[in-house]
């Protein structure tokens, strides 16, 4: 997830139709065919979330498995910075001066040379962290705690990794909106966007089973196949069609950029209340996105950058689902089920951990499409219903910042135990719970020595192990056990947050205004 509320994988709220300038209103933005615009920008979404699925969903796979656990908070950490900063961009630059799609293919351009030269820094971090592992043991000094720590102040690679993948994502970021205005410029309905935006959805799943087929999950490979798709998606920005600036002559609006109006929104109490359950429900859902891969790779699936597209596959399904429930449901019940989820997924996690129980984490992942859709596809339909036509963009953009810029920020520091400006601990635990799995290089380096050189496999074998969880008979069982132990604390921790997340939503919010029938129809 990594990702913003629109979409498991990332994508911005539905952006305004942008607005023609006058003298260009009878002047035909693009020649082409609507078959070959709509193939076009298909192709644009499948490569967008393609790109970012390529790498994002198993970094922290890769991370752990190279004894980089000290930094995947901080590479996590990136992407709510990014989030934050685009709609700056977006606002004071790209929606002025250029055409959407050379923007987007100009930043995708340069993201995909920054993506280029991470593997050399990534490996330049590695073997650091390897000299540093072999110099504690050798001097009877090596301990979890103290290896990360080390890490954490002394790798100097390691830090500069953190620092170019926050480049790569100040690049894409804005992309989202981008993509987004350049598919409503040049469809005659809104009602066609989902069949567009499906792609980038399907871009992500194939990008995680991609990752299974060629057993790159916690490979540094992925940032070559991120690359890649990047630069693939830079130069197709430049066969798109015609976008001009959607705000060019138009004075700055300050009071639209800093989301002034829609801070008004707040003085309804209902509003006020889902907005603050929708901030601090994202500190869980972090955990979700920047551990999960770790986890399952740690419990013996062999490619989790596979296995977590069964979630993705499901948010396929009950996004179709959701006018039939919310209909029925409304606002209220179909956000709690969403909350619920979180609470009920985090504590299959939790136990399938210490009972290393196959089908508890399956049914984890595959809930992700009730997490994601019942409550942030919800939540989007009822800030749209609550808000003046006028100001809909800023209230979806305030969301946004709410909960994939701060929400997400908090929840990836308290997941990796950090602090705030340096000296404001972080690290917040329930007793045991939610206590770092320090434990971890220690087992990382068992289960690869345990595991051996890795052989080919034929397709048919490669698939089936993206959804099957296999460890080595030589592993040792009490580094396992201990391991598996330290899991369930952690997990423990977002399913005790979602849980009073949940009830604090279920005691305070009571909107009975009937926006649920406005919304479907």
């Not at 499948?46 to 590479?75: C, E, V």
């Not at 049914?363 to 994601?372: D, F, P, R, S, T």
């Not at 320090?438 to 595991?451: D, F, G, K, M, T």
Request: glycine share 8%.
């Amino acid at each position: 997830m990594p990702d913003t509320p629109s979409s498991h994988d990332g994508s911005s709220p539905t952006a305004e139709s942008p607005q023609t300038p006058p003298n260009e209103a009878t002047v035909p933005l693009t020649s082409l065919q609507p078959k070959t615009i709509v193939f076009l920008l298909s192709a644009m979404m499948f490569l967008q979330f393609f790109a970012w699925g390529s790498w994002f969903a198993t970094l922290s796979a890769a991370m752990d498995t190279h004894l980089l656990g000290a930094f995947i908070g901080g590479a996590y950490e990136s992407a709510p910075i990014a989030a934050i900063f685009a709609p700056l961009f977006l606002g004071l630059v790209a929606d002025r001066f250029f055409s959407s799609e050379k923007v987007m293919g100009t930043l995708m351009l340069i993201g995909g040379a920054i993506m280029l030269l991470i593997p050399g820094t990534a490996d330049s971090a590695y073997l650091f962290a390897v000299e540093s592992a072999n110099e504690m043991k050798a001097n009877g000094t090596y301990d979890a705690g103290a290896f990360l720590a080390y890490q954490s102040e002394e790798n100097t690679a390691g830090k500069t990794l953190v620092w170019m993948i926050l480049a790569y994502l100040l690049c894409y970021m804005p992309t989202l909106g981008l993509g987004n205005t350049i598919a409503f410029t040049h469809i005659p309905s809104q009602d066609q966007f989902p069949k567009i935006r499906v792609w980038g959805t399907i871009g992500w799943i194939v990008a995680g089973l991609t990752l299974g087929i060629l057993g790159w999950s916690a490979s540094y490979n992925i940032f070559w196949l991120g690359a890649a798709s990047s630069l693939g998606l830079g130069v197709l920005c430049f066969f798109l069609p015609n976008t001009p600036p959607p705000l060019r002559g138009q004075p700055m609006d300050v009071r639209s950029l800093l989301m002034v109006d829609a801070l008004k929104l707040l003085a309804n109490w209902n509003f006020f209340v889902f907005a603050i359950c929708s901030t601090l429900i994202c500190i869980p859902l972090a955990y979700y996105y920047g551990m999960t891969a770790t986890y399952l790779n740690q419990t013996g699936f062999a490619e989790p950058g596979a296995t977590m597209t069964i979630g993705q596959m499901s948010e396929i399904v009950f996004m179709l689902l959701i006018p039939f429930f919310f209909r029925r449901l409304g606002v209220k019940i179909m956000i709690l089920v969403g909350m619920a989820c979180w609470f009920v997924r985090y504590l299959l996690f939790a136990f399938g951990a210490a009972e290393q129980t196959t089908w508890m984490l399956l049914l984890a992942v595959a809930l992700h499409g009730i997490c994601y859709d019942f409550f942030f596809v919800t939540g989007f339909m009822y800030t749209d219903a609550k808000a003046p036509k006028a100001i809909r963009g800023q209230a979806q953009a305030l969301l946004v910042f709410l909960t994939q810029g701060v929400g997400m920020f908090f929840g990836y520091r308290i997941m990796a135990g950090g602090n705030l400006f340096g000296f404001i601990p972080l690290n917040l635990t329930f007793g045991t719970y939610g206590s770092q799995v320090i434990s971890a290089p220690q087992y990382v380096e068992a289960l690869s020595e345990a595991r051996g050189e890795t052989t080919s496999s034929s397709f048919l074998q490669t698939f089936t192990k993206m959804f099957s969880r296999e460890l080595p008979e030589s592993l040792d069982t009490a580094i396992l056990a201990e391991t598996m132990a330290q899991w369930k604390d952690f997990w423990l921790s977002p399913a005790i947050m979602a849980a009073a997340i949940f009830l604090l939503f279920a005691v305070t919010f009571w909107d009975r205004s009937g926006t649920e029938s406005e919304n479907v129809n």
